[in-house]
């Protein structure tokens, strides 16, 4: 069974503070990918990244970064000097190789105050 | 131009009702998804097609039908509606990339399902 959990239920941050969510996922499977996606106020989905799980460099994109540690099944996702449009619920999930379907984790509010 | 679209976008009706949520994709993807987010945002697959071939259909009441007249095209009708459907129900797409690894799924904006 494969499972994604992330713990933080909730964050409130104060703009331009650095913010890390978190995600710890459980697979047996050799091969896996890791997924973000960010689901604002508005309510569709956004894709911000996919990782492969024979891929551990960490990526930067702008503000965004992600820390995917094997050793600890974390996929970590920092957002550097956030702002208040980056408002919303952050969901981490995973897919297994041979299974289309994504198992998602329970998602993490995010607030930034102005 | 939409990649993932769906309609309607709200769907309020009453208990016992049949409804029918409709979703397209012009991404030329070969496989699409319906999921359910409930009223605490979890999100959870119901089913997936590939080339109009079911792949996918996790525990859901045989109420739900998915059907996919092409592979554009993946729609979900509800029959004799509960009042635990009320949720999100998202429609996604992704394509198998040529090395055999897949690709993200994009998501449609998603219908709100209200019964009352």
């Known amino acids: 069974a494969q499972k994604v959990t992330q713990a933080q239920t909730e964050i409130s941050v104060v703009e331009k503070e650095d913010v890390t969510l978190d995600c710890v996922y459980e697979?047996?499977?050799?091969?896996?990918?890791l997924f973000w996606y960010k689901q604002p106020p508005s309510g569709e989905l956004v894709f911000l990244i996919r990782r492969n799980s024979f891929d551990e460099q960490n990526e930067i994109s702008g503000r965004y970064s992600w820390n995917f540690q094997k050793s600890t099944s974390s996929f970590n996702f920092t957002i550097t000097a956030s702002q208040v449009v980056d408002s919303a619920v952050y969901f981490c999930?995973?897919?297994?190789?041979?299974?289309?379907?994504?198992?998602f984790g329970s998602g993490t509010r995010l607030q930034v105050q102005p | 131009d939409t990649a993932v679209s769906q309609t309607p976008k709200y769907l309020v009706t009453q208990m016992g009702n049949d409804k029918s949520i409709k979703c397209e994709q012009n991404?030329?993807?070969?496989?699409m998804y319906w999921y359910k987010q409930d009223s605490k945002k979890f999100l959870k697959i119901m089913f997936s097609?590939?080339?109009?071939?079911?792949?996918i259909n996790e525990t859901v009441p045989n109420r739900f039908s998915p059907k996919s007249p092409d592979k554009a095209h993946l729609n979900l009708h509800i029959n004799s509606l509960e009042l635990g459907d009320s949720a999100v129900y998202f429609c996604?797409?992704?394509?198998?990339?040529?090395?055999?690894?897949?690709?993200?799924?994009?998501f449609g904006p998603g219908t709100r399902l209200t019964v009352t």
């Open positions: 991404l030329g993807h070969d496989t």
């Open positions: 996604a797409s992704s394509q198998v990339g040529t090395s055999g690894r897949r690709d993200e799924q994009y």
């Open positions: 097609y590939n080339n109009k071939e079911l792949i």
């Open positions: 999930a995973l897919r297994r190789t041979g299974r289309r379907a994504l198992t």
């Open positions: 697979t047996r499977d050799t091969t896996y990918y």
